[in-house]
């Protein structure tokens, strides 16, 4: 199975900067039709997760273009480009394109500085 | 507006079965693949089982293969999850989630439900 790692796993930003997450494949997430299937979710407290990018970097519907996703092959990035308050939560990247499973990355922790 | 409703938890002993539930709502259900994925308590995801469109493709995680059952009745916008011989480890928020991707594939996890807990104890 894919195991995803995903660095660093708690994150503490001041209001307005910037943040990124980093997410290492343990095998390259190009699929056989050529797309890669990797994407990331946020859960904020109480609440399941929502999905924010998929393919790398589709900001999925409602997501604010703060949210952005980058990478290729096995190394990815989701980038916030201006913290704000309700972005505190956990974070998950996960991939599809080596399915069966899906599997998930650790999660890395947003607090607010 | 796409909606995913669990039910079914619960508290159950060990050793106990419990079936979820999970009603959808908001689009065309018969023709998406659906799937179950677990939280523990303070963990992370895990993924436990897939169904697609047919219903006739239906896979699961190692860690439930032989005592979880997937199912659906598309006629009830409804997908199940039978589970059996529960232990402590078994104890999470159970989350319904579809993938959108339609052709018995898997591309992504779009729409979630609230979840619904149970608790395997003694």
């Known amino acids: 199975d894919v195991v995803l790692t995903q660095t660093p796993l708690s994150l503490r930003v001041t209001l307005g900067q910037p943040a990124s997450i980093s997410c290492r494949s343990s095998q390259r997430l190009v699929h056989f039709d050529g797309n890669t299937y990797l994407s990331w979710l946020q859960q904020r407290p109480g609440q399941p997760p929502r999905l924010l990018v998929h393919?790398?970097?589709q900001r999925f519907s409602g997501v604010p273009d703060r949210f952005s996703g980058s990478g290729a092959g096995t190394d990815f990035t989701l980038t916030i480009s201006r913290v704000e308050a309700e972005d505190v939560g956990v974070y998950y990247c996960?991939?599809?394109?080596?399915?069966?499973?899906?599997?998930f990355g650790q999660g890395t922790k947003l607090e607010i500085k | 507006e796409v909606q995913l409703v669990e039910s079914g938890g619960g508290l159950v002993r060990p050793g106990g079965s419990l079936r979820l539930a999970c009603v959808a709502s908001g689009f065309t259900f018969s023709i998406y693949e659906m799937n179950w994925v677990r939280q523990a308590p303070g963990k992370g995801l895990e993924w436990l089982s897939y169904i697609n469109p047919a219903g006739n493709l239906r896979l699961y995680a190692d860690s439930v293969e032989g005592r979880f059952t997937v199912s659906r009745d598309d006629a009830k916008n409804s997908v199940y999850l039978q589970m059996s011989s529960l232990t402590e480890d078994d104890t999470a928020v159970y989350y319904c989630?579809?993938?959108?991707?339609?052709?018995?594939?898997?591309?992504?996890?779009?729409?979630w439900g609230l979840g619904t807990l149970v608790t395997v104890s003694p």
């Open positions: 989630v579809r993938d959108p991707d339609g052709t018995s594939a898997a591309v992504f996890l779009d729409y």
């Open positions: 393919k790398i970097s």
């Open positions: 996960m991939q599809a394109s080596q399915f069966p499973p899906y599997t």
